[in-house]
């Protein structure tokens, strides 16, 4: 092998180990719980099965337990935008008093979460439902139950796993690139 094969086939490697090891930082800096694209909106319905306006919704995020919050438009649409991803604690709180949902939402970074829900008071076949917000001091007057929840926005090539893929099949052609730049030796037959 030649000084200048030699010297590309160096190369060659050391855009291989970087092209393995970008994906990894992108996992180490996506540690930070602040994504910009993250966001839950949805629609609330009333107890009288109506779109409810002028209400708030209140987002609890469960480790940073940060509370965020945001009011319903005319039509009962909201939206809680630039969240940090992970798990929220959802409720409520109309004229009526405040309603726990009766899930959590999961936010995935650059994802966006779509949530229905429709409330509804406590009665006595429900009191088992009954629990406390962590973001609100006041006792619950009722759900928010959740009719339709789903995960929309999600970019594969964004991801890590889109990140890795693109950088091994870079890895890849790089490797092929490299290996067939060089003269090698053959046998002379006599």
């Known amino acids: 092998m030649n000084r200048r094969t030699a010297q590309r086939s160096w190369t060659a490697r050391l855009l291989l180990v970087a092209c393995f090891l970008a994906p990894m930082s992108s996992v180490v800096a996506s540690e930070k719980p602040a994504v910009p694209n993250s966001e839950i ?109 789903r995960m929309v926005g999600e970019s594969f090539w964004r991801s890590t796993t889109g990140i890795s893929v693109i950088a091994g099949s870079a890895a890849v052609i790089l490797l092929v690139l490299a290996g067939g730049s060089g003269s090698t030796a053959s046998p002379t037959l006599p």
């Open 41 to 149: 909106r949805g629609k609330v319905l009333g107890t009288d099965g109506r779109s409810a306006a002028g209400i708030e919704i209140l987002a609890y995020h469960l480790a940073t337990e940060e509370l965020f919050a945001t009011t319903t438009d005319g039509k009962g649409r909201f939206t809680l935008a630039d969240l940090p991803y992970g798990y929220f604690d959802l409720a409520i709180r109309s004229s009526d008093g405040l309603y726990v949902s009766d899930q959590v939402a999961n936010v995935s970074p650059t994802g966006k979460n779509v949530i229905a829900f429709r409330l509804q008071l406590f009665s006595s076949s429900i009191r088992a439902d009954r629990r406390a917000f962590p973001g609100a001091d006041e006792i619950p007057v009722g759900l928010a139950r959740v009719i339709d929840q």
